[in-house]
């Protein structure tokens, strides 16, 4: 992370009264947790990318150090701050954490896990209760040394129903005695299926699961498919993650080998994740590009009148050449891409189909994706608010992490809050979801279909006779987060 710099050091003078907290009164000392709201104050106010909606983030908007603690003080916690005064209705993706390990371990993709990716759907006889389906398992866990597989369903676990909490607006979702369920080290999970009249009936098959450390490749599947003579490249990437650049970027090298014609990216599980890996991998899908615009940050007022000033550069991301060891990107040079995608595809794979749209034939194959077009960036009590700065203050964990920039791509248009309506509608049915990567795999072949120049009358529409409520990743709060590794100031 950077250091200040003096557009940083600019704003700050600015701000006046309530920026740069840290150092905002030496002769009053206060409390650690007003410590702490004081850091989430500063940072919000200098970075929010929402600061004009929330009255009292304006700059002066204390007349007082006194008025100010008092405004602190008024929240119980750390976290009522942040959620209930400084973050706007409109922003579903800024959260708090109080502890940066475990949110640094996240991005990694390393967590405690039994090896089970599921999804989350109600009963359909009775919404109080719900059931899950194993969307994947990831390999050398406790789910795959047991032999759990896609497609297999449970309702119970240590012999418990997993239940459901009616939402204020209608809609249910996972109680958080089922939660904690899915969360303890060791649990059983009891398998089933459902009837014709849409009653589960256990198969009286159980397994016993333990959850371990584990860290997560997302470059889960990758494969080279001969069908009628073309070779076609497969890739199920389910997380951008900047410490497995390496491994993607492999993947591409095989596919140029391979000689592939056509690429479906599977970005059907995907959340989100870096900014810089998103950027590298339109690089690589392409490659004709280099140097062109991927796509372009608009901030708060401030911050943006400040990179215009200083350096406009900053602000816009383009395809590139390598990536972040300075490894050269292995490029495909494709005129055409096919992108699977449904309601948990957010962020960092929004912005790969948003960023190439204006450059090559980009088709969408599943269902409407999240529709989350800002980033954000972990922000540490500092001066700086980077982690490295010798100021960090170690008495606590805290971090916040604000969407700080939306953005366009090269021809100027945003991208829908409501989600990227597919070209190609089919939804996953739970009863038949089929074997990722296989050519048979419904939204698979039907992405086949269309480079094959295959009929597609038969297919059906995105309707699923079960309600989805949730998946594995919503458990945490870091999911379908796109996120900066760094605070895009030039070193002046």
Request: net charge negative.
């Amino acid at each position: 992370m950077k250091k200040i710099t003096p557009i940083l050091m600019t704003l700050c003078a600015l701000f006046l009264l309530n920026s740069c907290a840290t150092d905002r009164d030496d002769e009053i000392r206060p409390l650690s947790e007003l410590e702490i709201k004081n850091f989430i104050y500063s940072g919000m106010q200098l970075y929010y990318l929402y600061k004009p909606q929330i009255p009292e983030l304006a700059n002066a908007f204390f007349e007082t150090q006194t008025e100010f603690n008092t405004f602190l003080n008024g929240f119980e916690s750390p976290e009522s701050l942040f959620y209930n005064g400084l973050v706007a209705d409109v922003d579903r993706f800024s959260f708090i954490t109080d502890d940066y390990l475990d949110l640094e371990n996240s991005f990694a993709g390393i967590s405690k896990t039994s090896g089970i990716d599921y999804g989350v759907a109600l009963d359909p006889g009775d919404p109080n209760f719900a059931f899950a389906f194993v969307r994947y398992v990831l390999p050398n866990t406790s789910a795959s040394e047991s032999g759990v597989l896609r497609g297999m369903l449970f309702n119970t676990i240590n012999g418990e129903r997993l239940t459901t909490t009616a939402n204020a607006n209608g809609s249910y979702s996972l109680s958080a005695s089922s939660r904690e369920l899915l969360a303890s080290d060791s649990f059983t999970i009891q398998t089933g299926i459902f009837d014709a009249n849409d009653d589960f009936q256990p198969s009286g098959t159980s397994y016993a699961l333990i959850q371990e450390e584990y860290t997560e490749n997302p470059v889960f599947i990758a494969k080279t498919l001969d069908i009628e003579g073309k070779k076609i490249g497969y890739l199920m990437y389910n997380a951008y993650r900047r410490n497995f650049d390496q491994e993607l970027n492999a993947a591409f090298a095989q596919f140029q080998t391979d000689g592939i014609e056509d690429l479906v990216l599977d970005l059907r599980y995907n959340g989100g994740g870096s900014v810089e890996t998103a950027i590298d991998l339109t690089s690589m899908i392409t490659g004709q590009f280099d140097g062109q615009i991927v796509t372009q940050q608009q901030w708060n007022p401030e911050i943006q009148a400040a990179f215009e000033a200083e350096d406009p550069e900053s602000l816009i991301d383009r395809f590139d050449s390598s990536i972040s060891n300075g490894n050269a990107i292995n490029s495909l040079n494709l005129n055409r891409l096919y992108v699977i995608g449904t309601g948990s595809t957010a962020s960092a794979s929004e912005l790969t189909i948003i960023g190439l749209d204006p450059y090559i034939d980009v088709q969408t194959i599943g269902t409407t994706t999240v529709g989350k077009f800002q980033a954000s960036i972990t922000l540490y009590d500092s001066d700086s608010f980077g982690k490295n700065d010798e100021s960090l203050n170690l008495s606590h964990r805290y971090a916040i992490q604000p969407l700080v920039y939306t953005y366009s791509n090269a021809a100027d248009l945003i991208g829908p809050p409501a989600g990227i309506s597919p070209d190609f509608e089919l939804a996953e049915n739970i009863a038949n979801l089929g074997t990722l990567g296989d050519p048979d795999e419904p939204l698979l072949s039907l992405a086949l279909d269309q480079i094959l120049g295959r009929s597609t009358a038969a297919r059906k529409s995105a309707v699923s006779p079960f309600e989805i409520i949730g998946e594995r990743q919503n458990q945490s709060p870091f999911y379908q987060r796109m996120y900066i590794e760094e605070f895009p100031f030039p070193n002046l």
